[in-house]
Nanobody, 118 residues
Framework: QVQLVESGGGLVQPGGSLRLSCSAS????????MGWYRQAPGKQRELVAD???????NYADSVKGRFTIDRDNAKNTVYLQMNTLKPEDTGVYYC????????????WGQGTPVTVSS
């Protein structure tokens, strides 16, 4: 059974940094595009960043230049380094795994909350 476990969320002041981690218990991790999504209160879940097995990454315009996604295929882990955090980055951050060839294989973590506030 596939399990994605996020960690690293918390409360941070504006301008601060956090590093999220997502550990995946699954076979064939390298075949999955790994992504981070977030959902702010009262808003729809949105893509923050994703990364393919070869390291190609995509970012939402709102986080470009501030966030960096990375993956360690040997550890079945994906990271999101978040710098220069803003209050509008507040939300629950979810890890997502989408198989690169089989669209039906998609998994979500339980989410980790991030609050940016002074």
């Amino acid at each position: 059974q596939v399990q994605l476990v996020e960690s690293g969320g918390g409360l941070v002041q504006p301008g601060g940094s956090l590093r999220l981690s997502c550990s995946a218990s699954m076979d064939g991790f390298v075949m999955y595009v790994m992504g981070w999504y977030r959902q702010a209160p009262g808003k729809q879940r949105e893509l923050v960043a994703d990364i393919s097995r070869d390291g190609s990454a995509n970012y939402a315009d709102s986080v470009k230049g501030r966030f960096t996604i990375d993956r360690d295929n040997a550890k079945n882990t994906v990271y999101l380094q978040m710098n220069t955090l803003k209050p509008e980055d507040t939300g629950v951050y979810y890890c997502n795994a989408q198989h690169s060839r089989l669209s039906a294989l998609r998994y979500w973590g339980q989410g980790t909350p991030v609050t940016v506030s002074s």
